[in-house]
């Protein structure tokens, strides 16, 4: 956490931390229930009832409970590092619930039987993550009261087209930030600071199968996938790559602890991503390009600048914040406009979770 953010020391900080509207907090979606209802699965029927038989067989039933050895496994953190990782633990905790939130208003809007099935099975598994995050909450005396955030916080409205984008991305950006924390840790079990992280390997697992499901609903409608819409699937991109970079780069010390610099944890998520939204996007952004990366490290700037500022406040820190965010929005553009790479889409849609 920069220095200038408050303190999470209480139930009301954290409320408020869950319910911050800030560019780079994660967010609660409506959509238009009745376009959902009329998804038509049938062209891809086979993957499909595959993918559901995947749900119904609820391999990771049983993951989401603590063993024996889990309360014995924490331990004091540094200050500093406690603050960074209550934070991780709220957004994460918040982009779980906001997932289980939306899917579960799709599941009551809709009769469609297949979108229906799909939506039971992913407020399922997002309200046991959520539930699963808020233990360790508790641990710390803490905690986020799930049915006040549901009722207090405001609420985006996205098309479903929307929807689908940002819904797949934050659901394959999930996987890849949870596997690769995951393996690192794997390889070096002394920086495990905390046991949540051993239950990363099978929690993925479920984020990846989601985005699948919405792999597949954009498959079943080519259109969302070709023309004009490819602006917006390239501003999703660019959207959440950013947002995490930023949100990343706030919390310096929790990567460090795990031996990860936040850059290279970054780019190796970017990669991951990168690498599996082939299977419906066809172009990726080129996050290996010292012009994109400046870019990005040119947000995280503005970010702290902003930050600052509106620690300031006053005339002075005002004209700051429009100063920084006049500045961030023009680097934004920049990197929207920088060239993409493209590639053709592959016959074989389902990918495995092989990372
Ligand atoms: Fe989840
Ligand atoms: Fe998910």
């Known amino acids: 956490m920069s220095s200038t953010s408050t303190a999470i020391e209480t139930r009301d900080h954290v409320m408020a931390r869950a319910k911050s509207e800030s560019l780079i907090s994660p967010r609660f979606y409506t959509t238009d229930y009745k376009a959902m209802d009329k998804l038509d699965m049938s062209p891809l029927r086979a993957e499909w009832d595959a993918m559901l038989a995947e749900y119904e067989g609820d391999n990771n039933h049983?993951?989401?409970?603590?063993?024996?050895?889990?309360?014995?496994?924490?331990?004091?953190?540094?200050?500093?590092?406690?603050q960074e990782f209550l934070d991780f633990l709220i957004s994460s905790i918040t982009s779980e619930f906001s997932g289980c939130?939306?899917?579960?208003?799709?599941?009551?809007?809709?009769?469609?039987?297949?979108?229906?099935?799909l939506m039971t099975y992913l407020t399922r598994d997002e309200s046991r993550h959520a539930a699963f995050i808020n233990l360790s909450l508790r641990d710390y005396g803490l905690g986020v009261d799930l049915a006040n955030l549901k009722a207090t916080k405001s609420y985006t409205y996205?098309?479903?087209?929307?929807?689908?984008?940002?819904?797949?991305?934050?659901?394959?950006?999930?996987?890849?930030?949870?596997?690769?924390?995951?393996?690192?840790l794997e390889r070096h079990p002394e920086l495990r600071f905390h046991p949540i992280f051993r239950w990363f390997e099978r929690w993925c697992n479920d984020e990846f199968r989601h985005g699948e499901s919405f792999a597949l609903m954009m498959r079943a409608q080519p259109h969302l996938l070709r023309g004009?819409?490819?602006?917006?699937?390239?501003?999703?991109?660019?959207?959440?790559?950013?947002?995490?970079?930023?949100?990343?780069?706030?919390?310096?010390?929790?990567?460090?602890?795990?031996?990860?610099?936040?850059?290279?944890?970054?780019y190796k998520v970017f990669d991951i991503t990168t690498e599996i939204t082939r299977q419906v996007f066809p172009l990726s952004l080129d996050t290996d390009s010292p012009r994109f990366r400046a870019g990005l490290s040119k947000l995280v700037d503005c970010s702290l600048a902003y930050t600052k500022a509106k620690a300031r406040g006053g005339l002075v820190g005002r004209l700051q914040?429009?100063?920084?965010?006049?500045?961030?929005?023009?680097?934004?553009?920049?990197?929207?406009?920088?060239?993409?790479?493209r590639h053709d889409l592959p016959a074989q849609i389902r990918v495995a979770p092989s990372w």
Not at 62 to 70: M, P
Not at 105 to 115: A, F, S, T
């Open 158 to 184: 996205f098309k479903p087209k929307y929807i689908f984008y940002a819904t797949y991305l934050s659901e394959k950006i999930g996987y890849a930030r949870y596997i690769t924390i995951f393996r690192q």
């Open 321 to 341: 914040q429009a100063g920084q965010a006049v500045r961030a929005a023009a680097t934004f553009v920049g990197l929207y406009l920088h060239p993409v790479k």
């Open 101 to 117: 939130v939306l899917y579960n208003e799709i599941r009551k809007h809709v009769d469609n039987p297949d979108i229906k099935a």
């Open 228 to 266: 004009a819409n490819l602006l917006w699937v390239r501003f999703f991109l660019l959207a959440v790559y950013a947002t995490m970079f930023v949100r990343d780069h706030t919390r310096p010390m929790l990567h460090q602890a795990m031996g990860l610099d936040a850059d290279a944890y970054d």
């Open 62 to 82: 049983d993951h989401f409970t603590r063993d024996e050895s889990f309360t014995s496994e924490i331990r004091e953190l540094p200050p500093e590092l406690k």
